[in-house]
């Protein structure tokens, strides 16, 4: 681990206000909205649990403590022992009894309550202790079968800590006590599931802006601060904490009218949502002087919210259907992915919805899609490198994609698309698929435009040339901002580098959305870029065909494009993009936002 005098000074940003106890966090505000509720820590890894000293007369409370959550980790392994034999069969539900004899140890447990009573330890960090030292040396043994119990003794002390945190896990949606997830980072799947738990916003210690832990988390409306260093050494479960997913700020054990304050906000801010998006219809998508620019919505996984979109006019732009996959533990076969598109494409109907083949990899990937062995992930086997290679469940995508395509306004979009010789080759399997499903006189529509991510600077660079191959392109800025500034996207340490707003980035987006109109096909953005308020009026003027955004953004953007003037936009970009400094632009940008489009907030 690196010492403190390593880390870079944006990192450190912890308040402590002494006198009440409470501590004030800030990271990066990655998904918008006001939340509160109580902490529940994820004890992904032993190292999280800190050191705090007790008084002598907190001992008996501390060993009650434990007592407590050994019977109840007992109950719980009892449960899934009982479970396992039913569903697996008595020889596999042994691995319960190896668990089960972990917390049957009377030394292993004396050996804590010795730390807690000799050191005056709390009791995780004893018990912590007592794992770690335990875990060490079974570690160096040859003998395999005793280096496997490392991991039954990692899974009971990751559920011994979970119930040392007093918050009932199994009855978390019966109890309504809203929880904030506090981790060094969640996988997707995790995000997934978080509603199902009642855990209604998070906070991490790592983590950048785009990172796919953050997308879903916006999909599904989970406030979020990430890259927050050291929130775990900083919270204790079951505090309280508001979290400002838009400012990035965390507030742990706030004093009780700050507590109450922020309800109030909460439930105003609520309010003020409903209406909005109630009126996102209504709003025209045209500039002052007349020029249409679309405002689509980014999907990932299908929510309440679609037919709420699909009623106010909002078609499609992105859907990532690699979301699918998270949690199956094998490629969902044809008749499962048509069910999902052709849904989602006939609740839209008239409307368009752009299907994204699998984006696979990265940071995104599913238990049978783990990318082990790759140093770098990143610029490794993802996206359509894995489909090109695996031609059977890249044609089985192709043929419910197309089969959907027969119930309303489909598109079918490439992603990581980086030379010709990729779209050629997509564009040959697709005639196959097409003249099979011809064969087996199973209808679609065959006009169906097709499009490419542009997400990676080779492309930009002959995007004239694969503008003559596609009806459209779609400039993915997250990778594009990774890519073109070599900064990854998910890693809190570099996240300051991370920029969307870099010159280099903006005059790749003007070289596309160029290379595209001299070919007559439109260009749409659908990273992030496309829902940050302050770059709509840059967008605009660099002439972008199409927005596509998380639904949160639709109305603020919707709402800028009608108060512009596309001349004026266009004069606009054209100084910024004469500008080098990436800090420098982006403080013009955010300037002129809140110049032009932020309007005072009353009551606060
Ligand atoms: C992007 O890279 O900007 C994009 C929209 O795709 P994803 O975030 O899914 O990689
Ligand atoms: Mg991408």
Redesign the pocket.
């Known amino acids: 681990m690196l010492s403190r005098k390593f880390l870079p000074a944006s990192l450190e940003k912890i308040e402590l206000r002494q006198k009440s106890g409470t501590i004030v966090l800030r990271g990066i505000g990655a998904s918008p909205g006001l939340i509160c509720g109580l902490a529940l820590i994820h004890y992904e890894r032993l190292g999280q649990v800190t050191a705090q000293r007790i008084q002598s007369k907190q001992i008996s409370s501390e060993t009650a403590r434990l007592n407590k959550a050994i019977s109840k980790s007992k109950k719980g392994i009892e449960e899934l022992r009982r479970e396992a034999r039913k569903s697996v069969g008595a020889d596999l539900s042994k691995i319960f009894d190896a668990q089960m004899m972990i917390l049957e140890d009377e030394e292993f447990i004396s050996r804590i309550k010795q730390s807690i009573t000799a050191n005056l330890y709390n009791v995780e960090y004893a018990f912590q202790q007592e794992v770690s030292k335990t875990i060490r040396a079974l570690s160096k043994s040859r003998d395999v079968y005793i280096r496997e119990m490392v991991s039954d003794i990692n899974s009971v002390a990751a559920r011994l800590l979970h119930n040392l945190s007093g918050i009932d896990h199994g009855s978390q949606h019966r109890s309504k006590t809203p929880l904030i997830g506090f981790a060094s980072i969640f996988s997707p799947d995790e995000i997934m599931n978080m509603r199902k738990s009642n855990i209604v916003g998070f906070v991490t210690e790592n983590g950048g802006p785009?990172s796919?832990m953050v997308?879903i988390a916006k999909a599904l409306g989970i406030p979020a601060v990430v890259g927050v260093k050291d929130c775990l050494d900083n919270v204790k479960a079951a505090q309280r904490i508001t979290l400002d997913g838009s400012a990035g700020e965390v507030v742990i054990a706030p004093e009780p009218e700050e507590w109450e304050a922020f309800r109030k906000r909460v439930a105003a801010e609520k309010r003020k949502d409903r209406r909005r998006f109630a009126a996102i219809g209504k709003l025209p998508s045209r500039t002052l002087d007349g020029h249409d620019v679309e405002v689509l919505a980014?999907l990932e996984i299908p929510t309440s919210f679609d037919q709420k979109l699909a009623d106010e006019g909002i078609g499609v732009g992105?859907y990532?259907t690699e979301f699918l996959y998270l949690k199956s533990s094998d490629f969902p076969d044809e008749e499962e992915q048509f069910e999902v598109y052709s849904n989602i494409v006939k609740q839209f109907n008239p409307l368009p919805v752009t299907l994204r083949t699998f984006?696979l990899g990265?940071d995104?990937f599913t238990e049978h899609f783990k990318n082990e062995g790759e140093a770098n992930p990143a610029l490794g086997w993802r996206s359509i490198r894995f489909s090109l290679d695996v031609p059977k469940v890249f044609r089985t995508q192709l043929r419910a994609m197309l089969r959907a395509s027969a119930f309303g306004n489909v598109r079918i979009m490439f992603?990581m698309i980086c030379c010709l010789d990729q779209i050629v080759r997509v564009k040959r399997t697709f005639a196959s698929v097409k003249r099979n499903l011809r064969r087996d006189r199973i209808p679609f529509n065959d006009n169906i435009p097709l499009g490419i991510?542009v997400?990676i600077p080779s492309a930009v660079m002959i995007a004239h040339r694969l503008a003559l191959e596609v009806d459209f392109f779609s400039?993915?800025?997250?990778?594009?901002t990774q890519y073109t500034l070599a900064v990854d996207r998910g890693n809190a340490k570099v996240a300051r580098w991370y920029r969307q707003f870099h010159p280099a980035v903006l005059h790749f987006i003007e070289r596309t959305i160029k290379a595209g109109h001299e070919s007559s096909i439109p260009t749409n953005i659908?990273?992030?870029l496309a829902g940050d308020a302050r770059a709509t009026r840059l967008l605009v003027g660099l002439g972008v065909d199409s927005l596509s955004t998380s639904p949160r953004s639709l109305h603020a953007i919707k709402e800028i494009i009608s108060q512009i003037n596309y001349r004026e936009a266009k004069e606009f970009a054209n100084e910024i993009l004469h500008m080098y400094s990436a800090m420098d632009i982006e403080k013009l940008l955010t300037d002129d936002y809140n110049r032009h489009f932020v309007r005072p907030v009353k009551g606060r």
């Open positions: 785009t796919h997308l980014n992105l990532r984006d990265g995104k992603p991510m997400e400039i993915g800025t997250n990778d594009l659908c990273g992030e």
